[in-house]
């Protein structure tokens, strides 16, 4: 079974919208959160971590965290066509160092 | 090195053969990561050093999979008598941290085994 969801999308959004990525989590141990985001034929690149319930901000991007319901989401403001990718949303199983990492949403911001 | 490396970057492989693969992390990160990435999935975990000591192995596949970092710099993958199965991206990641935080991930080998 999964530990982490996302849908695998592909999620299109018009350049300058807000995109919204979202994903769910089984392992309530689980403390800390991760986003990821992977060009094609790239390695991931960590974008946000948040540890804590409620949002973290940093730039465009917005992470919010709510583990009562076990949900992560990511929020890009004034999308554009380089945010094109795929964002995995990954949260540190009980081992405490391993990541937990879903499929992946494609993510397409038209111009 | 300014990242972390991996070698190399393509690996074509006849079933069976043994193939290994490199990751030259981030000078002084002390975690390094493998993991395995297949089309289309996001990557799952196979193995984790502190420093030279292998604390996790839970997540290799089968015993065909080997991984060391002997002085605690630079790791190895070693996959022997490879199948068809084991087609995929490997990714090496390093953290400076001890855990999983803030992993800086190499480029990956894409392994193609025919």
């Known amino acids: 079974q999964k530990e982490v969801e996302q849908n695998s999308g592909p999620l299109s959004v018009p350049e300058g919208a807000i995109a919204s990525l979202n994903c769910t989590y089984s392992?309530?141990?689980?403390?800390?959160f991760f986003w990821y985001r992977q060009y094609s034929g790239k390695s991931p690149e960590l974008i946000m971590s948040?540890?804590?319930?409620g949002d973290k901000e940093d730039g465009r991007f917005t992470a919010q965290l709510n583990k009562a319901s076990q949900y992560v989401s990511l929020l890009i403001r004034d999308s554009q066509p380089s945010d094109s990718a795929t964002y995995l949303c990954?949260?540190?199983?009980?081992?405490?160092?391993?990541?937990?990492f879903g499929k992946g949403t494609s993510l397409l911001v038209t111009p | 090195g300014a990242g972390v490396s991996q070698s190399p970057r393509y690996k074509v492989a006849k079933r069976g053969q043994d193939v290994a693969l490199r990751c030259d992390p981030i000078?002084?990160?002390?975690?390094l990561f493998w993991y395995q990435q297949a089309l289309g999935q996001g990557p799952e975990f196979l193995t984790y050093?502190?420093?030279?000591?292998?604390?996790?192995k839970s997540g290799l596949p089968s015993d065909r999979f080997f991984a060391e970092r002997p002085e605690g710099s630079v790791s190895t993958l070693k996959i022997q008598r490879t199948q068809q199965e084991d087609s995929a991206v490997y990714l090496c990641?390093?953290?400076?941290?001890?855990?999983?935080?803030?992993?800086?991930f190499g480029s990956g080998t894409q392994l193609s085994v025919l």
């Open positions: 990641a390093s953290s400076f941290r001890t855990g999983g935080e803030k992993l800086f």
């Open positions: 392992d309530r141990g689980s403390q800390s």
């Open positions: 948040i540890y804590s319930n």
């Open positions: 990954a949260a540190e199983g009980n081992s405490g160092y391993a990541l937990n």
């Open positions: 000078s002084g990160h002390v975690s």
């Open positions: 050093f502190q420093n030279e000591a292998q604390l996790d």
